[in-house]
Structure formats: structure tokens, C-alpha cells
């Protein structure tokens, strides 16, 4: 009773919430959530509206008359679109891989006090993430210096490290690794790279899972290295294909005249708009599934940087 009383006239009286205030901000979470959704079971709708009828009723968020054309035209009509699904699997999930051990590996050494070149490699990766070099030199160093332009390694390489990332690692490692732990795998005589891999990576799922969260999104939703970098149809991601497709289709909406094509002509060459919003669902819907298997890793380290500030 006592513990009570202290807990009730200490500051923990402050951070209580009121039932009504709690009601409220279930709410207007729930409302939030419904406009963050209500996009995606647009385009889910249209993907499964006959074509006829999206023509007579416009977008409806309930399809009025369901079809599943759209994903026919998918798979009987469109054989490139799983090829690029394909590239795109595995330039996510060799990318985010690759990118981990890298950015992890480099935030590792970067964490340690007694590296002589620590606070050198640090501004060094650090102003990269201030100051860009710019997209021509960028350009020539990929496609003439690297030569990597149409091949499968200029859709992974440049986005393996990231400073972001690099420094987010190195923070997590200061704050979370106690250096007595490193000290005593050196005394068993341990090599770094045994520290590394047998030591501090199972020891930092939280933020590995974090920065495969972020690398997994950015690897799956690219299309700018492809449409700067492959001219090889069969080296385009889905987002790349989606972009060039949807560049297609205006280019003849904007030029059917010009291109000497009747309007019955333009609608028969051109996809269908079912077809287009389920090529956007195949696009979103595997690194959907994928989040859930991030989610507790990624709380924990958005806990654990919370914690230790």
C-alpha cells in the first residue's frame, strides 16, 4: 500500500494515460491505418475488376464484377514479367546479404578504440553521407572505370554500403558490445574475424535485422540503376520493367496519331489496367511477407538504441 502511495505522488503519475485519452488514441491510430491501406486495397480492387466494367464504373475500392484477368495476362501473357521477378529476388537477396556482412564488418572495426586509423575511417565514411560526388561521376566510375554497366553487379554493388548504415552499425557495437567480452575472446586468442562472426554477430540480430529491413526495401523497389546502367531486357527488375512498361504505355497514349493507330488499335496493343495494378500487387507483395519476419528484430533494436541512447 505504501509502494502504492509513492508510485501515485512520484512523477509515474505523470506518465499514466487516462482511459479516455487511451480510447482516443486507439482511434485515431485505427483511422491512420485505414488511409495507410485504403491505396493498396484500391489497387487490389482494380486488379480484380473485369475490364468492361472498370471501363463503365470507374476505380471502385469493391470490385463490382470480379475477374481475374489481370493476373492471367500475368501469367500466360507476359513471360518477361516473372523473368524480372526473378532478377529482382535475387539481386534482394544477395544485395542484402553482401550488404550486411559488409556494413557490419565495417561498423565492427570502426567500434573499436584501439584501431590507430579509427577516427580517420570515420570522417571518411562519414562526409560521404553529407557531400555526394554527383550523378556524372558516379555515371563514369560504374559504367568506364568499373565496367559494370549491363551486367547483374551494378544492380548490387552500389547500394552494398551505405555510411548510414556503416555508422548506425558502429553505434550499436559501441554501445552494446562491452569491450571486457572482446578483450577475453583476444586473451583465449581469437582472430578478429572469429570475434566477429562467433561473438558479436549473434550477439547483434537487432540491428543486422534493422539494416536488412532497409537494404531489402531499397534493393526490391530500385528501378533508377537499371534504367541508367542495363539496356539488357533480360537484366531488368520488376521494378524497372513495371517503370519501362508504364513509360510505354504513355508514350502511345501521347503519340497514337502520330504513330497512325486508332483508338481500337492503341487499346488493343496497350495492357489493361487490371493487368498493370497486378503487376504493381506481385511487386509489393513479396517484401510484404517478408517484414514480418524482420518484425521482432527490428523492435529490439529500436528498443535497444531507445535504452541505451
Not at 577475453?184 to 562472426?197: E, P, T
Not at 531489402?216 to 540503376?225: E, G, I
Not at 488493343?268 to 495494378?277: G, H, L, Q
Request: charged share 10%.
Amino acid at each position: 500500500m505504501e509502494n502504492k502511495v509513492v508510485a501515485d505522488s512520484g512523477i509515474l503519475r505523470f506518465m499514466r494515460i487516462k482511459p479516455a485519452t487511451n480510447v482516443i488514441f486507439n482511434i485515431l491510430m485505427a483511422v491512420l491505418s485505414l488511409i495507410c491501406l485504403l491505396p493498396i486495397l484500391l489497387v487490389v480492387g482494380i486488379s480484380l475488376t473485369d475490364e468492361a466494367s472498370l471501363m463503365e464504373h470507374g476505380y471502385r475500392l469493391v470490385p463490382k464484377d470480379i475477374s481475374f484477368e489481370g493476373y492471367a495476362f500475368l501469367v500466360h501473357n507476359s513471360p518477361l514479367i516473372l523473368q524480372a521477378l526473378g532478377v529482382s529476388v535475387f539481386i534482394t537477396v544477395v544485395g542484402t546479404v553482401l550488404g550486411v556482412v559488409l556494413n557490419s564488418l565495417m561498423g565492427y572495426v570502426l567500434s573499436r578504440r584501439e584501431y590507430k586509423l579509427q577516427k580517420f575511417y570515420v570522417w571518411f565514411v562519414f562526409i560521404p553521407m553529407i557531400f555526394s560526388g554527383g550523378l556524372i561521376a558516379t555515371y563514369f566510375i560504374i559504367s568506364q572505370f568499373l565496367r559494370l554497366a549491363d551486367t547483374i553487379w551494378v544492380l548490387i554493388l552500389p547500394l552494398a554500403v551505405s555510411s548510414f548504415n556503416v555508422i548506425l552499425c558502429k553505434t550499436f557495437f559501441r554501445a552494446t558490445i562491452p569491450d571486457s567480452l572482446i578483450e577475453s575472446a583476444k586473451l583465449d586468442g581469437a582472430s578478429q574475424l572469429r570475434i566477429f562472426f562467433s561473438l558479436v554477430f549473434p550477439l547483434s540480430l537487432p540491428v543486422m535485422a534493422t539494416i536488412g529491413l532497409f537494404m531489402s526495401f531499397a534493393y526490391w523497389n530500385d528501378w533508377f540503376l537499371a534504367m541508367l546502367y542495363i539496356d539488357n531486357p533480360s537484366l531488368l527488375s520488376l521494378q524497372a520493367y513495371l517503370n519501362r512498361l508504364l513509360q510505354d504505355i504513355n508514350f502511345l497514349a501521347q503519340n497514337a496519331a502520330l504513330l497512325g493507330m486508332t483508338q481500337a488499335q492503341l487499346l488493343a496493343v496497350m495492357p489493361r489496367e487490371a493487368a498493370r495494378m497486378a503487376i504493381v500487387i506481385v511487386a509489393i507483395l513479396p517484401i510484404a511477407m517478408a517484414y514480418p519476419f524482420f518484425q521482432r528484430y527490428f523492435i529490439s533494436g529500436l528498443m535497444i538504441g531507445a535504452i541505451k541512447g
